[in-house]
Nanobody
Framework: QVQLVESGGGLVQPGGPLGLSCAAS????????MGWYRQAPGKQRELVAA???????NYADSVKGRFTISRDNAKNTVYLQMNSLKPEDTAVYYC?????????????????WGQGTQVTVSS
């Protein structure tokens, strides 16, 4: 009963910046972690970056120093600022959130995914 809606994907030239955002809505009691994953054609989905409600972050080695994850807990929204983009960053980017839902007054864990947004880095 938790939905994630992503926005901000598109086409960008190598070396350029792009920002993604993802808003969670629904019967949310708490979100303890939000993150971004990506999946390139023919490859497995991989973690890009994650952030806890306390602000602890984790990045894939391939994006360290170029990507920054942040979140607004009050808005249940997570952001990914991507700088110095490379062609190998091209993929569908998925938002993920883990926490607890209070749907029908029952506390239930959830692990929800967004629909994905395409990021293409090309000249």
């Amino acid at each position: 009963q938790v939905q994630l809606v992503e926005s901000g994907g598109g086409l960008v030239q190598p070396g350029g910046p792009l920002g993604l955002s993802c808003a969670a809505s629904g019967s949310i009691f708490s979100i303890h972690a939000m993150g971004w994953y990506r999946q390139a054609p023919g490859k497995q989905r991989e973690l890009v970056a994650a952030i806890t409600s306390g602000g602890n972050t984790n990045y894939a080695d391939s994006v360290k120093g170029r990507f920054t994850i942040s979140r607004d807990n009050a808005k249940n929204t997570v952001y990914l600022q991507m700088n110095s983009l490379k062609p190998e960053d091209t993929a569908v980017y998925y938002c993920n959130a883990k926490g607890y839902s209070d749907y029908e007054r029952r506390l239930t864990g959830f692990d929800s995914w967004g629909q994905g947004t395409q990021v293409t880095v090309s000249s």
